[in-house]
């Protein structure tokens, strides 16, 4: 095999193998699919609609997706209960009126700063695990609401919030998208040129190694689950501008596809490797998965059986680990 | 070439049998500090809790919650980790419960029934994550979806008769012994006889470290598999146990049991990246949870807020942790 | 017939080239060393000795049968046993229980505790003398002292009774003592029947122990030779291709240098009272027996040690040093011992493993990255520290023992410390990249910079060591200047050191003092 043949196969395994370009195309296959099963799946207006739901679960996983690449079995459960909480309390503020939309804004993002910190802070000064301190922070939060609400949800956003959200703006994309994008944008450059996000990856990958390389590990983990919650938060505020009220559990959900997705996007669990645009693609994916399901008028219990064979199929391609035998 | 003394080098201590002894002592220690707090509370607040009837029904509830803290110390130890317990319990009771028919002959086949489905199901997450080698917490929320899925196949809404006489025995009591506190010390006694067996103690080396093991000898990927594998069993018992206290068959049971087990064995004691701990801690830390819902429960907050209790006993496990001598210092 | 004869080994790790070709042949009741500059592959062929690594390609005759080892059990059934530097130890468990891990006694699946306390009490009767006061059965392994653990390691190897035991550096972290019971016990099992393949970079460790020695470069081997009649400049010129001179005494210190690095009483968890100065140019040792403070001293000159007491003055500026970032600011830098785990960021590419440190330096506003400058940056480094990568993108992971130190060192250079502490830094490094490190050391001084060297080899430390700190039990009790630099000034030291303070010490053997 001449060199340069042998060249452009490694390159090709390389490209073919890399998650973000598999879970892109599995992404565009379901689309087709969906469209071959039920005409108008694939239309404009319909793919648009798919892609603002999927803006909530991609905000929410911008967070996830830091917090994992940090390493040290980095991972917050509490996403979903934070983004909640982030809804219910600007919509109380809010009240259905643009007057208060700053406040009712800025209010739940420091609140759930403040719970970020309290995440970070228990993990590193405490060596509480990740895992156990977010599924604590759980609880704690599902009693503040308690204790905020006295049981029942009260509010509705701002007329301007839900304008941003739901407002189109340029080709009749709806704000959420704007948002999502812009973040998303950011949220890459900060990871791949940035001081802070070189340090992150530092991080994740071997913690003494950067504890000796002068960089802050308290610092930069700390800053991570503020982050995880913050973008929470956001993506809390989002979908209160989309669905205008709010419920109990309205982003609960999102906390455990918000994990999936990041893996999905080819980011490691044990940190140190991968980014966000895999986390989108993966947060689109799985988006689209759910519609096709629902489209398909598949029954519930099909329907989840799908999404977790799905899971483990994706898995299966690239997050495998490796072998004890080299 | 450096010469040296035979003296012991200054950067490591030496702990004598006494230190290892304390060592467990205080890890175990918080956990049973929490015991007592709890029980305190709920007899507080439920007068009647130490008569023969409410203990019997109070562990007739923590039952199932112990048999699947026993299941997850078995994988986390291990080095694994196993969020589709819970949906693993409920596909087994629901064919348990169809199996059986409402037959009480049929009893035993529920239990080989359950069982074996939980085993069956371990066996496919055992696989997954030692043969493919995924992530164990992913691949287990995966496979939790499947499960839960076959459940809603075989049981749509719920239904389905239990035998009466299994609910019956459930609530009697044999020697002035309820038969659901006996089904506890039977679960901790199958865990002792567990630990004195290779397998668990080569599970223990695979948690302990996976690379070392391996080069030890040790089937690493068989080790793993079974440690998934009888994780499932526990659970087909558990959902048999859930079987005789409800009495009829629920898809929907065993929703955040999965979440819940992991919150016990945090609370006694086992540690996550495995290796260390034993499903003693673990069992007492579900009891733990268990009342500690019953206490909420008693402050009016609805069941929905369990993880309202959850969240609060674990910070109060690991505040004490902290706080208690010896194990403030991690290494 | 041989025991053993394994040809035509072919391993690559992705575009890494390990074995091309490497072949030994053992003799019953022989110790046959293995030896050759790191990234020579001495560990890759042992590994597929032992079934761990999976060769591309291999045949294996044992006793005359061709066999495949698929898997660490195939070798345990042809009677292969192995020992690394990297232990198969479980650290919550006991001694005992690792003894006979993988092949413990069972009856019905149940562990058989009888059967087990005879073998293991045997074999723990024979290293005995090697194992501290207080170590047993019971003691777990997380307790031992890295000696004590490696000493465990080649026990349980041992009681598996190998036909073919490798030893593959397993006496890199072991005391004198320690290594002549090792020593005595191999000689037993070799008159028993058994061949052992005997790795380590002490070239008189070969020298006193083996029979013959195969050596490989470039993994393969180039010649097998008889220790009888060879010596040990013979060896290295064999393994280097020609005979490596250490470098010359310091000329960069001159009378007048200032004092770089003033440290007072400088006291931790592990060290106290620490005081020395440092002047520019000079390249200061730490000596001493081995663990007596001498690697806490560094990482709590760096921060990464708490400091309780001391100040620490670079050039006449007082510091104050909770953390590697204000060590960098002050000026220092630290490459650590262990550059697995402290050094390196295994799957990160080489530019960002080079790049981390000085990041803010180069970085627009200290935050923005240009990904050309630090290549730029990264580039230099290759070239300087003449650096043998695939490309800044792979991954460190991929690299020798010896250009991963250099990375880590290159990492430092980046950010012009004035102050280096190496802790080791030729630990496991094939001896042209020691010169080179030498070399390296050589200019940094030459600049004006000063070194703070940790070494496990005294007669490393004598050759580039201007003066030399004699450590014991965390603090300095001793300083050798000029004249008293040398391999017997330093042995002689740490010995005396230890014994003047000792009423109850171990009896020392004058004839061990080499």
Request: hydrophobic residues 50%; charged residues 15%; glycine residues 12%.
């Amino acid at each position: 095999m001449s060199t340069i043949s042998a060249f452009t196969s490694l390159r090709w395994r390389k490209v073919a193998t890399n998650p973000i370009v598999i879970v892109s195309i599995i992404a565009v296959a379901l689309v087709l699919v969906g469209q071959l099963v039920s005409p108008g799946f694939a239309a404009y207006g319909q793919v648009i609609n798919m892609l603002r739901v999927a803006s909530f679960l991609g905000v929410i996983a911008i967070g996830q997706t830091i917090v994992i690449l940090s390493g040290g079995e980095g991972i917050d459960l509490s996403v979903g209960k934070v983004a909640t909480f982030a809804a219910i309390i600007g919509s109380r503020i809010m009240d259905g009126r643009d007057a208060n939309i700053v406040v009712g804004v800025v209010v739940p993002l420091v609140i759930a700063v403040i719970l970020g910190l309290v995440n970070g802070l228990g993990i590193i000064y405490l060596r509480i695990p990740p895992f156990v301190m977010t599924l604590g922070m759980m609880g704690v939060v599902q009693g503040l609401m308690l204790a905020y609400t006295g049981g029942t949800a009260a509010g509705r956003a701002a007329p301007a919030l839900t304008n941003l959200v739901n407002g189109r703006v340029l080709f009749s994309i709806p704000g959420a998208l704007f948002i999502w994008l812009l973040l998303g944008v950011v949220i890459t450059g900060l990871l791949r040129r940035t001081r802070l996000g070189w340090d992150l990856y530092a991080v994740g990958s071997n913690r003494t190694a950067a504890n000796l390389s002068g960089i802050s590990v308290k610092r930069t983990v700390l800053g991570a689950y503020v982050m995880s919650s913050m973008f929470a938060g956001l993506g809390g505020l989002l979908l209160l501008g989309y669905t205008e009220s709010v419920f109990l559990d309205l982003a609960d959900q999102y906390t455990l596809p918000s994990v999936a997705a990041v893996v999905v996007g080819g980011t490691l669990i044990s940190g140190g490797i991968g980014g966000y645009v895999g986390t989108a693609v993966g947060a689109i994916v799985l988006t689209v998965l759910e519609s096709l399901l629902t489209t398909l008028n598949m029954p519930n219990a099909s329907r989840i059986i799908v999404d977790g064979v799905v899971l483990l199929l994706l898995l299966a391609i690239y997050g495998r680990q490796k072998r004890l035998r080299a | 070439m450096r010469t040296d003394t035979a003296k012991v080098e200054t950067s490591s201590p030496r702990k004598t049998v006494w230190r290892f002894v304390m060592d467990l002592r205080v890890q175990a220690l918080t956990t049973w500090v929490l015991l007592a707090i709890a029980v305190t509370l709920d007899a507080i607040l439920q007068p009647t809790f130490f008569t023969l009837y409410s203990i019997t029904s109070n562990f007739a509830t923590f039952v199932p919650l112990v048999l699947v803290a026993i299941a997850q110390t078995i994988v986390v130890v291990g080095g694994g980790l196993d969020l589709s317990l819970g949906a693993v319990v409920a596909l087994s009771s629901v064919l348990a419960v169809t199996i059986m028919g409402g037959r009480g002959d049929r009893i035993g086949l529920g239990f080989l029934v359950a069982v074996g489905a939980g085993a069956a199901c371990g066996l496919a997450n055992g696989l997954i994550v030692s043969v493919v080698r995924l992530q164990p917490l992913i691949a287990t929320l995966a496979t939790a979806s499947i499960f839960s899925g076959l459940t809603l196949v075989v049981l749509p809404k719920p239904g389905g008769n239990v035998p009466a006489v299994m609910t019956e025995a459930y609530r009697m009591a044999v020697a002035g012994i309820p038969v659901s506190v006996l089904a506890v010390v039977v679960a901790v006694a199958l865990w002792l006889l567990l630990t004195r067996t290779k397998l668990m103690r080569h599970i223990y080396a695979v948690g302990g470290d996976p690379a070392a093991a391996y080069a030890s000898l040790v089937p690493v990927t068989r080790v793993r598999t079974a440690s998934y594998v009888l994780a499932g069993a526990f659970s087909g018992l558990a959902a048999m146990a859930l079987l005789a206290n409800s009495g009829s068959g629920d898809p929907f049971v065993g929703a955040d049991i999965a979440l819940n087990s992991i919150a016990a064995v945090v609370v006694g004691g086992v540690a996550l990246r495995g290796g260390r701990g034993g499903a003693i801690g673990a069992v007492v830390g579900a009891i733990v949870l268990a009342i500690a819902s019953n206490v909420l429960f008693f402050f009016n907050v609805p069941t929905t807020y369990r993880q309202l209790a959850n969240g609060l006993v674990i910070i109060s496990a690991l505040a004490l942790s902290v706080l208690s001598p010896g194990k403030g210092a991690k290494r | 017939m041989s025991v053993l004869e394994i040809t035509n080994v072919v391993k690559h790790y992705g575009g890494v080239r390990a074995l091309v070709g490497a072949s030994l042949t053992l003799e019953a009741g022989e110790v046959h060393g293995l030896i050759g500059p790191n990234g020579s592959g001495k560990s890759t062929l042992n590994k597929v000795l032992c079934g761990t690594v999976a060769p591309d390609d291999a045949t294996i005759v044992i006793d005359g049968k061709t066999v495949t080892l698929r898997s660490p059990m195939d070798a345990h059934r042809h009677g292969i046993a192995g020992v690394y530097q990297q232990l198969s130890l479980i650290p919550e468990l006991t001694v005992g229980q690792n003894l006979v891990l993988g092949v413990e006694r069972t009856r019905a699946g149940f562990l058989s505790t009888t059967s087990a306390r005879s073998a293991v009490t045997a074999v723990l009767g024979r290293f005995g003398p090697a194992l501290g006061r207080g170590v047993s059965e019971q003691t777990k392994v997380v307790d031992l002292s890295p000696g004590e653990q490696q000493i465990i390691e080649i026990a349980k190897a041992v009681l598996k009774r190998p036909r073919i035991l490798v030893l593959d550096e397993a006496t890199a972290s072991l005391h004198r003592d320690q290594v002549g019971l090792v020593f005595r016990v191999v000689r037993e099992i070799c008159r028993e029947g058994a061949a052992v393949v005997f790795v380590s970079h002490r070239i008189d460790e070969i020298m006193q122990l083996c029979t013959r020695a195969t050596l490989l470069r470039s993994g393969e081997t180039i010649a097998t030779v008889p220790i009888a009649s060879t010596t040990e400049s013979e060896l290295v010129r064999l393994m280097v291709g020609e005979v490596a001179t250490m470098a010359a005494k310091n000329t960069s210190l001159s009378a007048d240098s200032s004092v770089l690095l003033e440290v007072s009483g400088l006291g931790g968890d592990v060290i106290h009272d620490v005081s020395f100065t440092v002047r520019a140019g000079e390249v200061v040792g730490l000596g001493g027996l081995q663990g007596q403070g001498q690697s806490e001293l560094l990482l709590t000159l760096f921060g990464a040690m708490k400091a309780h007491s001391g100040t620490v003055l670079v050039g006449g500026k007082h510091h104050r040093i909770r953390s590697s970032r204000d060590a960098a600011h002050a000026g220092f830098a630290l490459v650590p011992g262990d550059r697995g785990t402290q050094g390196m960021f295994a799957q990160r590419s080489i530019q960002e493993n080079v790049s981390i440190v000085s990041l803010a330096d180069r970085a627009w506003l200290r935050f923005l990255i240009s990904p050309r400058r630090e290549r730029a940056a990264a580039q230099e480094m290759v070239e300087r520290l003449h650096m043998t990568i695939g490309g800044l993108g792979d991954q460190v992971s991929t690299l020798s023992g010896g250009n991963q130190q250099k990375v880590i060192i290159a990492k430092w250079l980046l950010a012009e410390p004035t102050i280096i502490l190496l802790d080791d830094p030729t630990k496991g490094v094939d001896i042209s990249a020691k010169a080179e490190i030498y070399g390296i050391i050589r200019r940094m001084t030459a600049a004006g910079a000063s070194v703070v060297f940790n070494s496990s080899d005294d007669r490393e430390l004598a050759v580039i060591a201007d003066r030399v700190l004699v450590m014991y039990e965390g603090t300095v009790r001793g300083e050798l200047i000029g004249e008293q630099v040398s391999y017997d000034g330093l042995v002689s030291s740490a010995l005396l050191i230890g014994m003047v303070d000792e009423d109850s010490a171990a009896p020392q053997d004058p004839s061990d003092a080499h």
